[in-house]
């Protein structure tokens, strides 16, 4: 199958009907036989902002920690990645560290904090480069380091060329908009940066048997988005361009209370209003595309703020697919848009 962003793939039967209506101009449903033979192949695949990477030696480095959360991640190879994209349409995944392998490691300010965040980063650069066209990456930071935070930025823009910032929701009791990160993201802001967020381990209420995690994983996006409005760190740094996962977890459906309660006292952290600010932010729809909260996305933001990814290799695409599939609430249009061009937007050198 060729390389880069161009490549024959199998459409679903959604692409079939919306290619056959804009080549044929009319709305007859034909059988899936006949449909597969008008449409037309070589078309530009999906783009996955939301697909991780196992580099080898961070989980050589982290065998112990994994083994004391008990937790032992899918076999994982870029070719386990090129065979799943090729099989779902994903012409380009931009990828990112695990958070469950990487957050502890890059929660201080040590030297391994560091070193294993510039190993990260640079294994990932190498990954683009060794399939050209098909990977991107986000570059770690540790955040809770500034000046090491400082550094990686320089050295992940200028010479490793990351396609922008992979953070998390929260590090260990501060989130993202907590002062202590305010030089970080003055310096994302002037670089116009994309950033994208993946839910943490939440410090806190992890005593629901089997379930804390997917639960707190969603609030603590929508905490990571309070915390961003509260500080006024959105408003401050109006040219960050933020990703927040799983169609924005709890968020979707908190916002208009979050909006309608926000404290008038800090009314100035947000001079435009926080609605305004909230429909400027990004969500893909991994691991989020059921009915419910892909309706309460739409309601929040438009369709231009919406992105196509998938969560693996932690999750199978189906898991993401077959949702997509089977949700009525997107025209052709915005099919196009959610799969590839809304982020084309954001990283130009994805464009077809």
């Known amino acids: 199958m060729p390389h880069g962003a161009r490549f024959a793939c199998e459409a679903s039967r959604r692409e079939f009907l919306q290619s056959l209506v804009a080549v ?11 449909l597969l033979a008008q449409v037309a192949r070589g ?6 902002v939301h697909h991780h990477m196992y580099p080898p030696f961070y989980m050589k480095e982290m065998e112990q920690e994994m083994r004391q959360q008990g937790w032992t991640p899918r076999p994982w190879t870029p070719q386990v990645s090129l065979e799943a994209m090729d099989q779902h349409s ?5 990828v990112s560290p695990v958070q469950r392998l990487v957050l502890d490691s890059m929660s201080d300010r040590s030297q391994r904090a560091r070193s294993l965040t510039r190993q990260s980063n640079e294994y990932g650069a190498q990954l683009g480069r060794d399939h050209p066209g098909r990977f991107g990456f986000f570059a770690a930071l540790p955040l809770p380091d500034p000046d090491g935070s400082l550094r990686e930025i320089e050295y992940s823009f200028e010479v490793l060329k990351a396609d922008g910032i992979a953070l998390w929701t929260s590090y260990v009791d501060k989130w993202p908009g907590d002062p202590a990160f305010a030089t970080v993201f003055d310096e994302l802001n002037r670089r116009k940066a994309v950033i994208f967020f993946h ?7 992890r005593n629901l048997p089997g379930q804390s995690g997917i639960i707190e994983y969603d609030m603590d996006t929508a905490r990571a988005i309070d915390s961003l409005l509260l500080n006024g760190t959105l408003a401050r740094c109006p040219d960050i361009r933020c990703i927040f996962v799983h169609s924005g977890g709890a968020f979707s459906v908190l ?8 404290p008038p006292r800090l009314a100035d952290r947000v001079p435009h209003g926080v609605e305004y600010e909230v429909k ?5 729809v991994g691991h989020g595309s059921a009915a419910a909260p892909l309706a309460a996305l739409r309601a929040l933001v438009p369709v231009s703020q919406i992105l ?20 009525d609430g997107f025209s052709p249009n915005d099919w196009k848009a959610i799969y590839r061009g809304n982020a084309e937007r954001l990283f130009p050198r994805l464009k077809a």
Request: net charge negative; charged share 25%; aromatic share 10%.
């Open 24 to 34: 044929a101009g009319t709305a007859a449903l034909l059988p899936a036989s006949k």
């Open 43 to 48: 078309a530009p695949g999906r783009i996955d």
């Open 90 to 94: 994903v012409a380009t995944a931009i």
């Open 199 to 205: 839910p943490a381990r939440a410090s806190c209420c």
């Open 255 to 262: 916002a208009a209370r979050i909006i309608d309660d926000f």
């Open 280 to 284: 400027k932010l990004y969500f893909e």
């Open 308 to 327: 196509f990814g998938s969560d693996v290799p932690l999750r199978d695409y189906e898991l993401t697919t077959n949702g997509l599939d089977r949700y």
